[in-house]
């Protein structure tokens, strides 16, 4: 049974860079047929996809959030990370990392982590 | 981008009710549609994935149609567990864009 879990800092100034990193439990980190995501949801509203990353290297990101979004993976510690840069509060959102299958399941999330809550403010 | 447009944005329906939710994309995704349920404070969960292909571990109740731009899902007796809200989500093309979202609620 495959888990993910984020961490990061909660709460970050206008103006900083986020950083997240998601722990992947489980022997599908090394998997070739998954894409490692990122994906937010400010309060009250929906679903915003930012980004992923292949065990490649090769990573896609939302053209909203191209210039500010680096997504990185370390296959050693089975982690994936999310970096942010120039936040506002805009940015405020529960941050979920996730996998999709890039093969099977036409390319669908089926794995999630709890989310994690970022608030942005000074 | 693709847009992907789903219909009602939300819905009132009692328990036992046939509920169908829309959602419509910009230009043809094949059957590259996906539906999620998601409940407050919860990580959203498969439900539905290739348009029409049910994901292990969820009830025969929900299922998918569509092809190309237009796609339902469609609950065939509403539970007390299905009040939720659902999101599709294609996965066509690159950046994978969510539908807004359909909140259904109890009547």
């Known amino acids: 049974h495959v888990q993910l879990q984020e961490s990061g800092p909660g709460l970050v100034k206008p103006s900083q860079t986020l950083s997240l990193t998601c722990t992947v439990s489980g022997d599908s980190f090394s998997s070739v047929d998954y894409y490692w995501s990122w994906i937010r949801q400010p309060p009250g509203k929906g679903l915003e996809w930012i980004g992923n990353i292949h065990n490649s290297g090769s990573t896609y990101y939302n053209p909203s959030l191209k210039s500010r979004v680096t997504i990185s993976l370390d296959t050693s510690k089975v982690q994936f990370s999310l970096r942010l840069s120039s936040l506002t509060a805009a940015d405020t959102a529960m941050y979920y990392c996730?996998?999709?299958?890039?093969?099977?399941?036409?390319?669908?999330?089926?794995?999630w982590g709890q989310g994690t809550m970022l608030t942005v403010s000074s | 981008d693709i847009q992907m447009t789903q219909s009602p944005s939300s819905l009132s329906a009692s328990v036992g009710d046939r509920v169908t939710i829309s959602c419509r994309a910009t230009?043809?995704?094949?059957?590259?549609l996906n539906w999620y349920q998601q409940k407050p404070g919860k990580a959203p969960n498969l439900l539905i994935y290739g348009a029409s292909s049910l994901q292990s571990g969820v009830p025969s109740r929900f299922s998918g149609s569509g092809s190309g731009t237009d796609f339902t899902l469609t609950i065939s007796s509403l539970q007390p567990a299905d009040f939720a809200t659902y999101y599709c989500q294609q996965t066509y093309s690159w950046p994978r864009t969510f539908g807004q979202g359909t909140k259904v609620e109890i009547k």
């Open positions: 230009q043809t995704i094949s059957f590259y």
């Open positions: 996730a996998g999709a299958a890039m093969s099977r399941l036409f390319g669908a999330i089926d794995m």
